[in-house]
Every structure is written in structure tokens, then in C-alpha cells.
């Protein structure tokens, strides 16, 4: 079997491997394989092809494999969307809210509210906050 093909196959398992370890290693690995694989069907001798593999290797791991990993760690966006961007927003009654119903009006939209603590009765016009929103209903929290 060629050289070339050795190192196409080194490239495809590595390329496996990485689909399951998502490290960013084993797939650079596996692109300076693919590298290498080339450089052997040119007919470069066995020793530089190993050559031109390190310093694939090398140059990639040093350069690429940083942006990958700074990219794969990035913590999750911390912005909110939709429904969920109106938990913990100000709103104010409309009507008076009760364990059973109500309605407030948070950002310039009425909803449909309870209270949040079944015990307590806010009256149109508190300020409340929003501590949890259930289909089409915000559970309200009285700031006073």
C-alpha cells in the first residue's frame, strides 16, 4: 500500500475521533494527515512527509486551536428573548390581582396575572415585579 494512503486513513480516523471528543486536537491532527496524504502522492520520501506532518501539526495546534477553544468555552449568550426577557421586569396593575386573576401591564402590553403568593391582593396601580411568566400569564410579585 502507498504512503499516501496510510496517512489518508490516519486522517479519516482522526476525523472520527474528533466527532466524538470535540477537542479541536484530533481534527487539526487529521487535517495535517489530509496535508501529508497529499504531499506523499507528490512522491516526497517517508522522512519529509513526517517533516511536512509535525510542521502541519505544529503551526495549526499553535495557531488555530486557540480561536477553537476560546470559541467552543465562550459562556452562553446572557441576553434574554420573548417571554423570558419580561421575568424580572417592572410592571404595574391594571385591575386588582389575586391568587384567582387579574391583569398588569408590563412594557406597554397587558397581561393576564396572578399573584405569586396566593395570599396576597395587590391593588390596581402597584408596582409589582414579574417573578415568573406561565403561558400567557405573568405571576406578580407587590413591591410594597
Do not use: C, K, N
Not at 496517512?7 to 472520527?16: K, N, P, Q, R, Y
Not at 396593575?93 to 406597554?108: E, N, P
Amino acid at each position: 500500500m502507498d504512503a499516501w494512503l496510510y496517512w489518508l486513513v490516519t486522517a479519516g480516523v482522526l476525523g472520527v475521533v474528533e466527532i466524538f471528543t470535540l477537542t479541536a486536537a484530533l481534527g487539526i491532527l487529521g487535517v495535517a494527515a489530509l496535508v501529508t496524504a497529499g504531499t506523499a502522492a507528490l512522491g516526497l520520501s517517508v522522512p519529509l512527509q513526517f517533516v511536512v506532518f509535525t510542521v502541519t501539526a505544529t503551526v495549526s495546534l499553535l495557531l488555530v486551536r486557540p480561536f477553537v477553544v476560546r470559541h467552543v468555552l465562550a459562556p452562553p449568550s446572557a441576553e434574554r428573548f420573548g417571554v423570558e426577557a419580561l421575568v424580572g421586569q417592572t410592571a404595574r396593575t391594571v385591575s386588582q390581582v389575586t391568587a384567582l386573576d387579574g391583569r398588569v401591564r408590563i412594557g406597554g402590553e397587558e397581561w393576564s396575572a396572578r399573584s405569586y403568593d396566593e395570599t396576597q391582593t395587590i391593588p390596581p396601580g402597584t408596582a409589582v415585579d414579574v417573578m415568573e411568566i406561565s403561558g400567557a400569564t405573568a405571576f406578580v410579585y407587590s413591591r410594597e
